[in-house]
């Protein structure tokens, strides 16, 4: 019989203040994701400096474009780099969303005007299964997730 394999949820990142808080157990996993996410878009900007920016110039813009499409936004999840940033950004429905397409690729634009290399796509609703279809949901950042949304 085959042992079961034991699935790592995404990384749930917590907002308050302007600050964006990783629990401890996570942390060193989310080090790894900014480090590869910040790598992948060859940013002039010293090494310790590197996380600060990732979260001020990329995450905390991307959470709040999707906090405010929160009527049509579930979920928002960046998987482990390679090669570039991606981020999927579930939507409420379950059929693809055209007038929210031209509103991400306005987000994608403006974090590349910012220097950033990523990729936003959108994702219909679905089972939570189904995000494996999209990306590695083990290891991804959680960046937005309205309450009863995310995995359990």
Not at 66 to 74: E, G, L
Not at 105 to 121: H, P, Q, T, Y
Not at 123 to 148: C, I
Request: aromatic content about 10%; hydrophobic content about 45%; overall charge negative.
């Amino acid at each position: 019989m085959a042992a079961a394999v034991a699935r790592k949820e995404p990384i749930r990142l917590s907002y308050r203040d302007g600050q964006i808080m990783v629990t401890p157990d996570d942390q060193d996993v989310f080090f790894i994701s900014a480090e590869k996410a910040t790598d992948a878009c060859r940013q002039a900007v010293k090494t310790e400096e590197r996380i600060s920016v990732f979260k001020s110039r990329f995450l905390l813009p991307l959470h709040g474009w999707c906090a405010k499409h929160s009527d049509r936004v579930a979920a928002c999840y960046m998987p482990l780099p390679a090669g570039h940033i991606q981020a999927f950004i579930v939507t409420s429905s379950s059929r693809f969303d055209f007038a929210l397409a031209d509103e991400i690729a306005a987000l994608e634009r403006d974090l590349a005007n910012d220097f950033w290399r990523v990729g936003v796509f959108q994702v219909p609703a679905g089972e939570d299964r189904s995000l494996a279809t999209f990306f590695n949901p083990e290891g991804a950042l959680e960046v937005y997730a309205q309450r009863g949304s995310a995995s359990k």
